[in-house]
């Protein structure tokens, strides 16, 4: 590419290309991470999810290690009709959801978006599930489903406590929610009795689902070595399957539970003080929760142009790009969009991209502009792949351990933004995995529609299991 083949120049009598390209590089270079700075930030999650995962300690982990009562991946043998309600911001869909046996399928019949409006979202909790009844009424109508009483599985992504697969404790709202007479309840129950207040239709059985596990298990009836959900996106969290004898906060010691890990959290304790640039710090200090979701803050779509925004400007100011002029719209926060970053590092069309985005934040730029851009912006994605392959290399090497393998053939469910849109990111997340985890052997699937799919899933496979103990 132009980058490739022309100097960091500003042309100048000094050989100032060298000198420019040495002071960039200085200020990138707390970006990379070297395979043993990886390592070590590996062996920090894995202490931390042990933490998470003991009775006595889980309080104090930044990693939280939440047990989801979901005991199995799927088997093959699941089929039938199920309904999934997927609430996690300010709509919420409904799905009538089938599940083919013999052609080893999950297929969406039919989904409806359903608005929530503001006066509901303040209003109170009766009043919100009373329209979230209403507007599946309306769908089972639609789909001709009325008289038959279907399965539900219910995606619900606020903070919650969830005590069993079928009751789950809302902690708190969070995206502009704030019902009244809901925190500090069983959002199941809450979801029943509005539906028995109608009276004129019934569910039979209801599975709440973390959209991270949705992920896992989305993918899990196509293929069943699936046992870790992974989002990378706007936030990012993984879940995967942990041997029931290490989880000490829920009774029993046989089998496996899907332990969702909320790894957004890791480093809430300082544990990664080291790894955060200056930059990381200002990103935090200026975000809407300081101090949390440290992890996050330097991996998923919400912060990553931020983070990208901060360095172009410091460069601007260090007169190492722009002619030192910063442009109104470079000084302000959350102008250069997440999106930018693919767009800018696509492998044929991102240069001249570079060059449509920097005009369109009103800098004056020339082509080795450019090309510093296009460098930030692989820096500071090329760390996050990173950073998030050593999480994950966590986890696989822990179910390998776990099970006293040698070798472990495992797959991973991924969705989410970042891992779907940027040009580079699967590629170097899956490269630094295979360096983090050489024993393992981990394969990588899309995830279809875990919060609708997904938890059609969730809902088959506990009927599955409900069903086989009382046969036992």
């Not at 300690?57 to 047990?67: G, N, Q, T, Y």
């Not at 969009?337 to 800018?344: A, G």
């Not at 090497?397 to 970042?418: E, F, S």
Request: proline share 3%; aromatic share 6%; with cysteine.
């Amino acid at each position: 590419s132009d980058c490739d083949s022309s100097p960091l120049v500003n042309q100048g009598p000094f050989g100032s290309e060298l000198s420019l390209t040495l002071q960039v590089q200085k200020h990138l270079e707390p970006f990379r991470l070297s395979l043993e700075k990886l390592q070590d930030v590996s062996a920090r999650l894995r202490k931390d999810m042990i933490r998470g995962l003991g009775k006595h300690s889980h309080h104090r982990a930044s990693v939280k290690m939440l047990p989801t009562f979901v005991r199995a991946t799927p088997d093959g043998t699941e089929k039938g009709d199920f309904l999934a309600l997927d609430l996690g911001g300010t709509n919420f869909r409904v799905l009538h959801v089938r599940v083919l046996e013999e052609e080893q399928r999950v297929l969406k019949m039919d989904s409806q978006i359903c608005a929530i409006p503001q006066d509901i979202m303040l209003g109170t909790g009766e009043k919100l599930f009373d329209h979230i009844a209403a507007c599946l009424a309306e769908f089972l109508d639609s789909q001709k489903l009325r008289g038959q009483t279907l399965p539900l599985g219910f995606t619900f992504s606020f903070p919650c406590e969830q005590k069993e697969i079928d009751k789950s404790i809302l902690i708190r709202w969070t995206k502009g929610f704030n019902c009244s007479g809901v925190e500090g309840e069983d959002v199941v129950n809450l979801l029943k009795e509005a539906i028995h207040r109608r009276g004129d239709y019934d569910i039979s059985s209801v599975a709440m689902v973390n959209d991270t596990v949705g992920t896992m298990m989305s993918c899990g009836y196509r293929d069943q070595s699936c046992e870790i959900g992974m989002i990378i996106g706007t936030g990012t969290n993984a879940c995967y399957m942990e041997e029931m004898k290490n989880v000490k906060r829920v009774e029993g010691e046989d089998g496996r539970m899907c332990i969702n890990t909320e790894w957004g959290g890791f480093g809430d304790d300082g544990c990664l003080k080291d790894v955060l640039t200056e930059f990381d710090e200002e990103v935090d200090k200026t975000s809407i929760n300081p101090g949390v979701h440290t992890f996050e803050k330097m991996i998923s779509g919400m912060y990553l142009g931020e983070i990208v925004r901060l360095v172009l400007l410091k460069l601007t100011e260090e007169k190492l790009l722009f002619r030192g002029c910063p442009s109104e719209a470079l000084l302000t926060p959350g102008s250069f969009e997440t999106r930018f970053i693919s767009e800018i590092e696509e492998p044929d069309s991102g240069l001249e991209n570079a060059k449509k985005i920097l005009t369109k934040l009103d800098l004056d730029w020339d082509l080795v502009d450019a090309c510093v851009a296009r460098l930030v912006c692989d820096t500071v994605s090329s760390r996050s792949a990173r950073l998030c392959a050593a999480a994950l290399a966590t986890i696989v090497n822990r179910i390998r351990i776990n099970r006293g393998l040698d070798h472990l053939k495992t797959t991973v469910g991924v969705d989410g933004t970042v891992y779907r849109k940027h040009p580079n990111f699967s590629d170097e997340l899956q490269a630094a995995v295979r360096l983090l985890a050489p024993k393992c052997d981990v394969t990588f699937l899309i995830s279809e529609d875990g919060s609708g799919k997904g938890a059609a899933m969730v809902t088959a496979v506990a009927q599955r299991l409900a069903l086989q103990s009382l046969c036992v």
